[in-house]
């Protein structure tokens, strides 16, 4: 692999602990640990409640996950524009769709690389969804309470991307 350029971006350490300042608010103020994945599902069925309402609410699914606004939209809503302040600010933001690496992986045409990324989009939510929580639900809150799943999340979600980037990607350079 080639070495990346430095473009700037935010200090690890003062984006960590903001993470974790953001964290702590959010159980002080709204009583709710991160998450993310849910808001997916509940924006679908927002989505599919202006094609087809009547089936939104026959859907045993909906009645747990009611499809409406609330402060974990507004999580996922505050990540993407807090990155794109983030990213502007430091100077490194940059129109890409996908990485430079892809091409490499899967070849020049932009179509392949779209399916094979939605597909492991598609994959990770339902794996997600499968666990009932994503790695920030299952993964940070879990260590933020100490308990034992949340380590034994974070353990396995490290271990499934070393383990999937090794075979997408092999070992890398060898001298």
Known sequence: ????????GWSPYLAGGLTGVVAVLSVWIAGKYFGA??????????????????????MD???????????????????????LIASTTSGSFLWKAL???????FGPSRVKRGV???LGGTVAMFGARLADGCP?????????????SGFIALACFFLGGLLIARILYGGGERP
């Open 1 to 8: 692999m080639k070495p990346t350029e430095d473009r700037g």
């Open 37 to 58: 994945s849910t808001t997916f599902v509940r924006s679908t069925g927002m989505l599919e409640e202006l094609v087809a309402p009547d089936r939104v609410v026959g």
């Open 61 to 83: 699914y909906f009645v747990k996950e009611v499809p409406m606004i609330d402060w974990q939209w507004m999580f996922v809503l505050g990540i993407f524009f807090g990155s």
């Open 99 to 105: 990485p430079d690496m892809w091409e490499e992986r």
């Open 116 to 118: 094979v990324a939605f």
């Open 136 to 148: 920030s639900g299952h993964g940070l809150s879990g260590l933020m309470q100490l308990a034992v």
